[in-house]
């Protein structure tokens, strides 16, 4: 909006026009600030939100200071809330599950492979490292097998923001074995809890652009009150002579310059705990109500015409417990008969429970919740009654995320891995491949792979099996495709499983040969 000039600002414009260019400025910043653009989000003068003012930080002032409370808090509430806890395991199950299997898929061109040769190769290498993969011993705890870590990795970020990956040399068999090791967030930390600086921030060293350069890794958990002797050794992110990756951090980042991860159940941990707390009150008064008792009401003047003296102090001692026959009665049990004192009349409770409105009101904050996380309501409660419409496009919905978390893990968890462990068994002479350390784009073509993980199943299997069998036909879809969205199985790896198959039925005499066509005329 144009700024109305007044005759003052017609004689300061005249004589000193920097300081009428500084009026116009401060005028038009304040008229900015009280009167606001166009987005009634931005105003300052309305009641409803005139008070609402964040603190607008980058992403690391925002969230470091509150990592450690959001870890501690979000892991209670996996351990303890059954919506926290099973939203965690439903991602973790669909987006990892068993795992996923990693398929080579060099670029054979560029390697100049005929694809005979390729193919050659990529067995030998699918085969070695399914070899690695399935033993324990790649695991520098020799815990879990790489699938198990995958699974583990993964738990770990979505529960404390972010999980560390530390690529190590361990002893095995006789010799050294390039093993994987995971460091929990909170171990990640500056050196005796020094304060951040511009370089150090929650124990990342960064460069002048950002770039991580050190890690600073805790020997055990820091948080521990009981711990003794804590000692921080600096990680360095990359070796310093091969320029290879040494450690990294597995988190989603959601701003740019981030450093650290933030719990995925952080903008949910306020209504999970509430919801915990009206679901345990609602609990309660629905035990209360049910432990229904009967409460016996005595006569005054009967009870001093039947009983002595010694017997009426003796009964009174008794009245005060719940029965006055079983001394250890509680209202943990129900069916209680209670005494009541003579003149004493007893006052019906009724809590009105199971309370009708507390599933809707249950489901209602459950939605909101399931929409922060990714989860439709279908799928965060596990219940799909409502039709086959409704339960296949929540599944779909929640797919999408399921999807986009599973190639996180691609690129930045296990694909990172191979490619260390890959140029680990080519330095050792274990898997030729030409060029590998001398030409960047060789190495890309040899590193190259497809991870493999679980489908998303079926609803109505016999429907979607006709549904794919139509999209081929039109030729808007491909069996390969299908494969991966049936089971997460590869179309090639199904197609050589079923031809040895029907090698070895057609042997035992089980199948019988398709004859050749025989185009003769009779």
């Known amino acids: 909006m144009p700024i109305k000039k007044t005759i003052p600002d017609h004689i300061v414009e005249y004589f000193a026009p920097q300081q009428a260019l500084a009026r116009y400025k401060s005028r038009a910043f304040i008229g900015a600030y009280f009167k606001g653009g166009g987005y009634t989000g931005a105003s300052k003068k309305r009641n409803t939100i005139g008070n609402f003012n964040p603190v607008d930080g980058d992403i690391n002032d925002d969230t470091i200071a509150d990592l450690p409370t959001l870890r501690s808090r979000s892991r209670d509430l996996i351990r303890n809330n059954a919506i926290g806890g099973g939203a965690v395991r439903t991602i973790v199950n669909y987006v990892v599950g068993t795992g996923l299997t990693m398929q080579p898929a060099i670029n054979g061109a560029r390697l100049g492979l005929s694809n005979a040769e390729a193919g050659i190769w990529q067995d030998d290498v699918a085969e070695r490292f399914s070899a690695w993969a399935e033993s324990p011993d790649c ?25 560390g990956s530390l690529l190590a040399k361990a002893p095995r068999d006789g010799g050294e074995q390039f093993v994987v090791q995971l460091i929990e967030a909170d171990r990640i930390s500056n050196p005796d809890k020094k304060q951040d600086t511009e370089k150090l921030l929650a124990g990342v060293e960064i460069d002048a652009n950002g770039a991580p350069l050190t890690y600073h890794v805790c020997n055990q958990n820091p948080n521990n009150i009981k711990s003794q002797n804590r000692n921080w050794t600096p990680v360095p992110a990359f070796g310093a002579k091969t320029g290879r990756r040494n450690f990294w951090l597995l988190f989603e980042h959601l701003r740019p310059g981030q450093l650290r991860g933030i719990p995925v159940l952080a903008p949910v941990i306020e209504p999970l705990k509430q919801l915990s707390r009206y679901t345990e009150a609602e609990l309660q008064a629905a035990v209360v109500d049910g432990a229904f008792a009967i409460f016996m009401k005595m006569d005054p003047d009967a009870f001093q015409g039947i009983f002595e003296d010694a017997d009426r102090a003796d009964y009174m001692k008794r009245v005060n417990q719940w029965d006055g026959k079983y001394p250890e009665a509680t209202l943990e049990g ?42 439709p309501f279908e799928v965060l409660i596990k219940h799909y009654t409502s039709s086959y419409s409704a339960a296949r496009a929540a599944l779909l919905d929640a797919w999408r995320m399921f999807s986009v978390r599973r190639e996180l893990v691609a690129c930045y968890f296990v694909q990172p891995i191979y490619e260390e462990w890959l140029a680990d068994q080519i330095a050792h002479g274990h898997i030729i491949a030409r060029g590998f350390f001398e030409d960047n784009m060789l190495r890309r073509a040899w590193s190259q792979a497809n991870w493999i993980g679980d489908g998303p199943g079926s609803i109505n299997p016999s429907v979607e099996a ?12 491909t069996i390969a495709a299908e494969s991966i969205l049936y089971d997460g199985i590869d179309w090639w790896t199904k197609h050589k499983q079923r031809s040895n198959e029907k090698i070895q039925r057609i042997k035992a005499g089980l199948d019988v040969p398709i004859a050749a066509n025989n185009n003769s005329k009779v």
Do not use: C
């Open 466 to 477: 006709d549904a794919a069998q139509k999209r081929i036909d039109m030729g808007i879809s």
């Open 139 to 163: 695991h520098s705890e020799r815990a879990l097998n790489f699938y198990g870590l995958q699974a583990l990795a993964f738990r770990s970020m979505l529960e404390s923001g972010d999980v």
């Open 334 to 375: 129900p069916g209680k008969v209670v005494n009541l004192l003579p003149g004493e009349e007893p006052i019906e409770s009724n809590p009105g429970r199971p309370n009708s409105e507390f599933d809707p009101f249950v489901q209602a904050i459950m939605r909101q919740i399931g929409s922060e996380l990714g989860l």
